[in-house]
């Protein structure tokens, strides 16, 4: 694709280097787009589904089954009026959203969505996401002062104190999945989870082959963490309607809040698919082959197209294993209470790091005994 | 060539992404109505005038967390480098890793003992 831009530039005798310039617009315009769709949907599905799991009905007026409720709530935070009290820091109070903000956008750019759909493909992939994801935290201590509201304050100091604590068992279950594919690039990490262990065709299957299996324990602290990160249930201290009235989003309001509120659906989703693409074997198909090919193979000879279909497919396997895991998070949030904040802290330092570790000795030991 | 042009569109999208977020406040700020009163941009708090400033001292608890944070989050980069090139290394790089590991573990043990980790 790069190169084809580059190529419409040489042909009509424009600098080469005002395309090089201009081409990461595109990829940005796509990633923007699959952001807000994302969000818009996710909303939808979790009042949804929370309707349903509470015996609900759920938002059902706007549109069809309520479906364009999103569309109605986002043009009406739009036009709300943005009201920011007296005796807030008023520059702090309005940099706090994009922080919170635009680390989560551009790590979408990192994630592969297909072999040949990702955006940047950088050799430190998952570092960087880990990193740039966290500087969301500052988002939220700086959203927490600058409100200058007791139940801010307490919220943004909440958040940190949990985002921090549960960064460092995240990351080294992280560094397991880099031992497991001695890589930090994410197609690689994906590539290595394919299958061919054993000259068996049921054992063949890609999903024996996940990191899922070795680096098990790592799973499960991976995505209690990550939990805690996105501030979901039973996680949510920072952010606890019933006692901190929303945390440090308390006195945001019109398109401030929006961004919060966007950033925390995407952050979700975000989470949901590197889950998936670390342990689950991303966008590879659970059998030996994808389902396109053998479908397809005999009555399509064009390469091309058939190259596409695949690549369809794996978005759509990407797609059902993330779906599936943000299913969970929900069916989670409908089901249990919220923790106190002294088991928040124990349960990170006194259990999931010393977990970690050990996950992390595990997977050594089995990278050891099955070299690459 | 690979590496230059991956990280240098990696900062096009941090700056778009900023820019996005602007936007998008900014379109706000164009479009919202404007009609602040007194009471409106008071502080929200239970209904009553907001009283002293809320930027109180926090617990002293909060930094031995911040400090705890620092410590595992550098051997957390250290591991990264050692992570990638294991398969290369071999029985040496395993030992190596246990080692300063087990050294971190022993300051979480004294951490622990010392009863940082009490949230009181």
Not at chain 1, 71 to 97: C, Q, V, W, Y
Not at chain 1, 117 to 122: D, E, G, K, R, V
Not at chain 1, 259 to 287: D, Q, R, T
Not at chain 1, 360 to 368: C, H, M, S
Request: aromatic share 16%.
């Amino acid at each position: 694709m790069y190169e084809l831009y580059i190529k419409i530039f040489e042909y009509l005798h424009i600098p080469t280097i005002l395309a090089q310039i201009s081409w990461p617009v595109f990829p940005f315009i796509g990633v923007a787009a699959v952001l807000v769709i994302v969000v818009i949907f996710l909303v939808l599905l979790e009042r949804k589904l929370l309707a349903l799991l509470t015996v609900r009905k759920g938002p059902n007026r706007v549109g069809p089954n309520g479906f364009f409720q999103t569309f109605a709530d986002a043009i009406k935070l739009l036009f709300k009026e943005d009201i920011m009290a007296t005796n807030t820091n008023k520059i702090l109070f309005t940099i706090a959203p994009i922080i919170f903000f635009a680390p989560v956008m551009a790590v979408y750019g990192l994630i592969p969505f297909s072999e040949s759909l990702i955006a940047i493909n950088a050799a430190a992939g998952l570092f960087l996401i880990l990193g740039i994801s966290s500087i969301s935290t500052i988002g939220i201590i700086l959203s927490g002062w600058a409100s200058n509201n007791k139940y801010s304050l307490l919220g943004g100091i909440r958040g940190t104190a949990q985002a921090i604590s549960y960064e460092i068992p995240l990351v080294l279950s992280a560094i397991g999945i880099c031992v497991l594919a001695g890589s930090m690039n994410l197609p690689t990490i994906v590539q290595g989870q394919s299958g061919g262990v054993v000259n068996n065709a049921f054992l063949n299957w890609n999903i024996f082959s996940w990191n899922m299996c070795p680096a098990a324990i790592g799973l499960v602290v991976f995505f209690i963490c990550s939990l805690a990160e996105i501030n979901r249930i039973p996680f949510d201290l920072p952010e606890a309607e019933s006692e901190l009235v929303s945390g440090y989003n308390t006195e945001y309001s019109g398109m401030k809040f929006a961004l919060f509120f966007l950033a925390e659906y995407a952050a979700l989703f975000i989470i949901c698919v590197l889950i998936s693409v670390l342990f689950f074997g991303g966008y590879l198909s659970p059998f030996n082959d994808y389902l396109s090919l053998l479908i397809f193979k005999n009555i399509i000879n064009s390469q091309i197209v058939l190259n596409l279909f695949v690549n369809i497919e794996q978005i759509a396997w990407l797609m059902l294993k993330t779906y599936l895991l943000i299913f969970l998070i929900m069916w989670i949030r409908a089901s249990l209470p919220r923790l106190r904040a002294d088991q928040l802290m124990n349960f990170s330092w006194k259990f999931l790091l010393p977990l970690s570790l050990l996950n992390l000795f595990i997977v050594a030991i089995y990278r050891f005994l099955f070299p690459l | 060539m690979f590496y230059i042009q991956g990280y240098g569109i990696l900062f096009a999208f941090i700056l778009f992404s900023v820019a996005f977020a602007m936007a998008a406040i900014t379109t706000s700020w164009v479009v919202h109505p404007k009609a602040p009163n007194k009471n409106k941009n008071s502080t929200y708090e239970c209904g009553m005038k907001t009283f002293g400033d809320s930027r109180l001292q926090f617990d002293v608890k909060y930094y031995m967390y911040a400090l705890m944070f620092i410590i595992f989050d550098i051997e957390a980069i250290f591991l990264f480098p050692w992570a990638v090139t294991y398969n290369k290394l071999g029985l040496f790089a395993l030992i190596e890793a246990i080692v300063f590991i087990l050294i971190l573990v022993l300051g979480l043990v004294y951490v622990w003992k010392k009863d940082f980790l009490k949230w009181k």
